[in-house]
């Protein structure tokens, strides 16, 4: 739709006006009509349409002069197809007759000067700058949808720089341009202009924390936009212009801060006192959310610290990343001091443009002793950093309580880069341990990954990552789930005693009391721990298969027993955990459950390699016993994968 301006004009005098191309003029012919008056007529340069529209009906002026009877809801409007050549190069005349119709009484004479004017971003996301978008005033998602996006520029270009390039006013290298996106305003017209006209680029108060503007002119970069600057006035003193600027997000979406961004433009008209605003028009950027990436992503980096006692581990994961093609980082001890739980620390995950893709790590509020890890040795070029941190919290807060799943369609809504999930406090409950607000509040307002909550406070680290993952299969819809099952582990272990093994023991020549599988089944405390945590477990699938619309055939059961521990009263696992494992594409690294071992095989990893090998997995058992397992977690709490992002683009997801 046409912008539309009215305009008040007096009889006797020449009105001047700058036409701004792509408007309508309305002008109210009835008000400034002399005395008498009872009829008009328009006369216009060829350049110029114009039109009578009253409450009926609107008639375009013909060629030759026709008169309208003059009426106090009768409008000329006005409009223009091509830029002037010079100033008040056309011209509207109205001319006012009363009872003599050959005799005019006055005129109203309109001198116009046509300009082009438009505020132009990437609308159609197609990464470049298109010249006047229709709908770059507005944002829509879906693969017919429009409207700009805004990278949050939370990598750090500049060698030596001391913070992430979103945290200062400049713009340290041109690198840097690459991480913003681009905005052109753009102007035609005579070479010279009437004097004291004015352009002015502006933004709400709402939005200054959420972005920083800054104008390119050749070789330098100013700030014109954000922070406590809400508007910056440029003298409009030539036709033909190109003013380059970048923008670049400072904060992502969150429960305080909305993920559109608007840009203002308007052309000022010099008043007595001040100016007034003849042309408006804006553009909307979407800021880009962070979005996690699942297990059924390639791998690209994988990371695992180095600490005094995982030597053995370190060798057996290292090859396990070699199997898989993949790089590997090792944190060393003087980085992680002593802090092995990468996975608990940081979340990988990126974000998206049409005209850049970039990793981002989440740095969870826990800050142990690998606090500085992500912030000095991730935190780069082309590799960015964020946060939330809390002054209350607890092992819900960290990242191994924090997991997505693999794209998914649930009764007929497509989440097509899956869901986050996280574990809280059961949801009746008063007194449980939850994932702090913040964090929460940051996931919720990413919106592409909708969050599932689960229950997993019944387990004393109380992180979902001890009884779920996912893992890449060739069929149904492209993966499987995997929950622990002490109902498994326990058919298991009885059909093993109905076979004559009851005998056989778990954690044989390991630095600790082996166990009898008799031990395990006479031991009715233990299975009713089970069996509470059974309960646990069930009440989470019913939850993940209404959440991701999962049938039981989606689901693999993965045999897991825990003990309850007598002071807290939360669970932990009985043997290494089998679910809590690293994906690195087909290959698995599983903890190694150190079973009975029957004809020389552990039936728990035979029950494993049946379950999942059949999908063309490939199972590698690693002895996470000593350094990991003995301290409440396994591999996958030891270890972290970048992984490459989505095909699928973010802002064509139909919401």
Sequence with gaps: ?????????????PNQVIYVLGTVLNIDVYKPAPLGSKSFEVHSSPGVKCSISDLHNVT??????????????????????????????????????????????????????????????????????????????????????????????????????????????????????????????????????????????????????????????????????????????????????????????????????????????????????????????QVVFHLAPWIMTPNTLAPQDVYVCSVMDNAKFLKEFTALVEKAMSKLTICREDMNRGDRWIQDEIEFGYSAAPHKTFPIVFDSPRNRGLEMFPYKKLLGPDFGHVTRTSDVGNSLDSFGNLEVSPPVTVNGKEYPMGRIIIGSAFPTTSHGRNMTKVVQDFLYAQTVQSPIELFSDWLHVGHVDEFLTFVPAPDRKGFRLLLVSPDACCKLFMKIQQEGHGEAMLFENLNTTPIKINEILNNQALLRDNSYVQKCVDWNRDVLKKELGLDEEDIID?????????????????????????????????????G?????????????????????????????????????????????????????KWWNMEM
């Design 60 to 281: 375009v002026v013909a060629q030759h002069a026709k008169r309208w009877i003059l009426n106090n809801r009768t409008l000329v409007v006005v409009t223009m197809e091509k830029i002037s050549n010079y100033v008040n190069d056309n011209k509207v005349t109205i001319t006012y007759y009363g009872d003599k119709l050959d005799q005019p009484i006055d005129k109203i004479i309109l001198q116009l000067t046509a300009v082009y004017i438009s505020l132009d971003v990437d609308a159609d996301r197609d990464g470049k700058v298109e010249k006047n978008n229709p709908n770059k005033g507005s944002w829509k998602w879906g693969p017919k949808g429009h409207g700009a996006i805004l990278l949050v520029n939370c990598d750090k270009d500049a060698p030596g720089a001391a913070v992430s390039d979103r945290s200062d006013d400049t713009v340290p290298i041109f690198e840097d341009l690459a991480d913003m996106s681009q905005m052109i305003l753009r102007t035609e017209g005579p070479t010279s202009l009437p004097p004291d006209y004015k352009l002015q680029l502006y933004i709400s108060a709402s939005d200054e924390k959420k972005v920083h503007v800054f104008r390119h002119d050749l070789t330098k970069m100013t700030k014109v936009l954000g922070g406590t600057m809400l508007s910056v006035v440029m003298d409009y003193t030539k036709g033909n212009n190109e003013y380059n600027f970048f923008i670049e997000g400072l904060r992502f979406p969150d429960k305080e801060i909305g993920s559109l961004v608007t840009v203002n433009l308007s052309l000022l008209e010099p008043m007595i006192v001040g100016y007034a605003p003849i042309f408006t028009e």
């Design 1 to 13: 739709m046409s912008k539309q301006r009215t305009l008040r004009m007096e009889c006797g005098k």
């Design 596 to 648: 009975p071992l029957i004809n020389g095989k552990c039936p728990l990893e035979s029950a494993v390699r049946a379950a999942l090998e059949p999908l063309g997995l490939d199972c590698n058992f690693i002895d996470d016993f000593d350094a990991y397992h003995l301290q409440l977690g396994e591999v996958h709490c030891g270890s972290n994968v970048l992984r490459k992002p989505f095909a699928f």
């Design 558 to 594: 993965i045999p897991v027993l825990f003990r309850i521990r007598d002071h807290f009263q939360r669970a932990v696992a009985l043997f290494p955990d089998m679910v809590n494992m690293i994906v690195l594409g087909k290959y698995l690294g599983i903890p190694k459950p150190f």
